[in-house]
């Protein structure tokens, strides 16, 4: 799965569970809110404050 900005939490975590290992660490911990899962990773990014590019990075190598 090639991960973007575009990439909705729910379905990142529904096609690669084990990826949110990534996301925690780098500061979501609220991907079992029901809002996270309808957002992308680049608005995820942008609420928490996080560089949507370097995530980008961890979540596809």
Do not use: F
């Not at 560089?51 to 980008?56: I, R, T, W």
């Amino acid at each position: 799965m090639n991960i973007s900005k575009e990439t909705k939490i729910g379905e990142l975590l529904e096609t690669a569970p084990e990826k949110a290992e990534i996301l925690m660490e780098a500061g979501m911990h609220c991907l079992g809110c029901p809002a996270s899962q309808a957002e992308t990773l680049e608005e995820a990014c942008e609420v928490h404050g996080i560089d949507v590019e370097e995530l980008l990075k961890q979540l596809n190598a």
